[in-house]
């Protein structure tokens, strides 16, 4: 089955640049998506297409995707990023289809 | 706006099986490419993707779990149900529905989320 690794936590100081990687095979040939959890919150999409972000998402929020990493940057880190991050791909060819990471967690110092 | 609301019971015993509901607004579920799926969380775990149902009827499932699933919809209610068979205490979790649009493979719109215990 497909594997997304992602680191546990990243730590950063409010207005610098957290930088948050999933790992997987090849990602760079699919497409990645990010979700952003508040602690009893539902997940929120972020990112969707490896860089497209939904109406209403800063723009503070970018990602990138290339050979094995996907990347979600969140620039000028504010208190309120302070969350679990999950990415996300589809794969017909894998168990399951739609395949979760482990998911970090961004704490702001 | 889309909005989910999950609904079922918040506890089952071993063996029992779970029927959870998740009524939508703002979509219609007969509009071609769209999906409703189901995720769940289990306490402090990641996201896992359970199933999904798109508009016409195809039906997908977490492979691992296949075998115990069934997805449903009603587009007249603006119903998707999900059915769990065997349910075990490492099926506690929140359970989440969430809406796919047409030519994605992503959730935009996530519901609130429903906690199940399993426990006797």
């Known amino acids: 089955s497909y594997v997304l690794t992602q680191p546990p936590s990243v730590s950063v100081a409010p207005g610098q640049t957290a930088r948050i990687t999933c790992g997987g095979n090849?990602?760079?040939?699919?497409?990645v998506h990010w979700y952003q959890q508040k602690p009893g919150q539902a997940p929120v999409l972020v990112v969707y297409?490896?860089?497209d972000r939904p109406s209403g998402i800063p723009e503070r929020f970018s990602g990138s995707n290339s050979g094995n990493t996907a990347t979600l940057t969140i620039s000028r880190v504010e208190d309120g990023d302070e969350a679990d991050y999950y990415c996300?791909?589809?794969?017909?060819?894998?168990?399951?289809?739609?395949?979760f990471g482990t998911g970090t967690t961004v704490t702001v110092l | 706006q889309i909005t989910l609301k999950e609904s079922g019971p918040t506890l089952v015993k071993p063996t029992q099986t779970l029927t959870l509901t998740c009524t939508f607004s703002?979509?219609?579920?007969?509009?071609?490419?769209?999906?409703v799926g189901w995720i769940r969380q289990p306490p402090g775990k990641a996201l896992e993707w359970l199933a999904l149902?798109?508009?016409?009827?195809?039906?997908r499932y977490s492979p691992s779990l296949k075998s115990r699933l069934t997805i449903t919809k009603d587009t007249s209610k603006n119903q998707v149900v999900l059915r769990m068979t065997n349910m075990d205490p490492v099926d506690t979790a929140t359970y989440y529905c969430?809406?796919?649009?047409?030519?994605?493979?992503?959730?935009?719109?996530w519901g609130d989320g429903t906690t199940v215990t399993v426990s006797s």
């Open positions: 969430a809406h796919s649009r047409a030519k994605s493979d992503y959730m935009d719109v």
């Open positions: 703002g979509f219609s579920l007969s509009t071609s490419g769209v999906g």
């Open positions: 149902i798109y508009w016409n009827d195809d039906k």
């Open positions: 090849n990602i760079g040939s699919k497409s």
């Open positions: 297409d490896d860089s």
């Open positions: 996300q791909v589809w794969d017909s060819s894998s168990d399951p289809l739609y395949v």
